[in-house]
């Protein structure tokens, strides 16, 4: 079962599956319930397009909404991280409870063995198991989403494109005639899609404003609600020219939920800003198991980020402690540190803290 979102990625998945010979389905997922006729392209058409596709292909097309399961399940984990002043990344967790659970039960209810899905990434099985792989296009890798998947569920699922750069694809694609050939590439939050994030989730949180400081204490303005920022954040602050402060940009460093404050800067390179070392918690391991602590490592804290050297300085049941090489900008508590072999994702976790400075006064 291919997993068919109506991009392109996915189109090649079942067009290159199609030309293997094996004996493929479609299903498309509506995780959401409203669209927006704003954004990008709403679900309708994004179903409409994975059907064309599929009718191109000869190959029968399934339909499921998921959206009480992504609500259960996803959002309403992403609007409590929220709350918690938290960053969350809503797609890892949609992968693993999403795409490769639920759509996964639903196909096999339908008879497939195995599903695909059009990820940039690559797996293989060694004698310990199986083994999540970066997929071939260092700018398109997404195994950083991925990394909370389990043996289980990549024993049934395949990535024909994580062989394959962007540029390949798309040639693939429009010498094939798909009609997603030469689609937009989507962005924004897991099925939510492209709107303007602050008035979205102003629809489900209400933000209390307060004042927005400056690291040595100095009231400048006024935010809208701490769940509307985070750390390392320069645009939509609403922070306009200060007498007394430069033509500058100003960066998040800190969130201060207690007093609902909005600590600021003008210095990209602020030590409120700058960290060696992180902690993080509720771990995964793809493998099963965690590599040992000492562990030379690679690791990233956030999607498209270079591959950082860490030490894997601590490690319990629940938690660990990375030690970087190098110093690293705005490790954003909520979002996910993820850690590699070489090409192999290893697994990860969520970020709970630093040892970057806290301004006095939030401290």
Not at 57 to 80: C, K, M, Q, S, T
Not at 170 to 180: H, I, K
Not at 208 to 233: A, C, K, N, S
Not at 277 to 299: E, F, H, K, N, Q
């Amino acid at each position: 079962m291919v997993a068919m979102s109506g991009g392109v990625d996915s189109s090649v998945t079942a067009l290159l599956l199609e030309r293997q010979g094996a004996e493929i389905a479609g299903m498309f997922m509506k995780n959401w319930e409203e669209d927006d006729a704003a954004g990008a392209c709403s679900a309708e058409a994004d179903a409409s397009d994975a059907r064309a596709v599929a009718e191109l292909l000869g190959i029968p097309f399934h339909a499921r909404n998921f959206a009480p399961e992504y609500w259960d399940n996803v959002f309403a984990e992403f609007l409590a991280e929220l709350e918690a002043g938290r960053t969350p990344n809503p797609d890892v967790l949609c992968n693993r409870e999403i795409k490769f659970k639920v759509f996964l039960e639903h196909a096999r209810d339908l008879g497939a063995e195995r599903m695909a899905t059009g990820h940039y990434v690559r797996s293989d099985r060694t004698g310990d198991g199986y083994r999540l792989l970066k997929g071939l296009d260092g700018d398109k890798d997404q195994s950083y989403f991925l990394y909370m998947l389990d043996q289980e569920q990549l024993a049934h699922a395949c990535f024909p494109v994580g062989g394959m750069k962007k540029e390949e694809l798309r040639r693939v694609a429009a010498e094939a005639g798909l009609p997603t050939a030469a689609k937009k590439d989507s962005t924004g939050i897991c099925f939510i899609g492209e709107r303007n994030f602050d008035r979205f989730i102003g629809r489900y949180l209400d933000g209390e404003p307060g004042e927005i400081r400056t690291t040595d204490d100095r009231v400048i303005g006024t935010h809208r609600g701490l769940m509307h920022y985070t750390l390392g954040q320069r645009r939509g602050l609403g922070i306009g020219g200060v007498r007394g402060f430069p033509e500058a940009p100003w960066f998040v460093v800190h969130k201060d939920l207690a007093d609902n404050r909005l600590y600021v800067t003008q210095d990209p390179s602020d030590p409120h800003l700058l960290s060696t070392r992180l902690s993080a918690d509720r771990l995964t391991w793809i493998a099963g198991s965690a590599p040992p602590p000492g562990s030379r490592l690679m690791a990233k804290i956030r999607y498209r980020q270079p591959d950082q050297a860490v030490t894997l300085a601590g490690l319990d049941d629940d938690t660990m402690t990375l030690e970087f090489d190098a110093v690293q900008r705005a490790v954003t508590p909520g979002q996910s540190v993820v850690l590699y072999d070489g090409e192999v994702c290893l697994g990860g976790g969520i970020i709970e803290a630093s040892d970057r400075r806290i301004p006095e006064t939030a401290a």
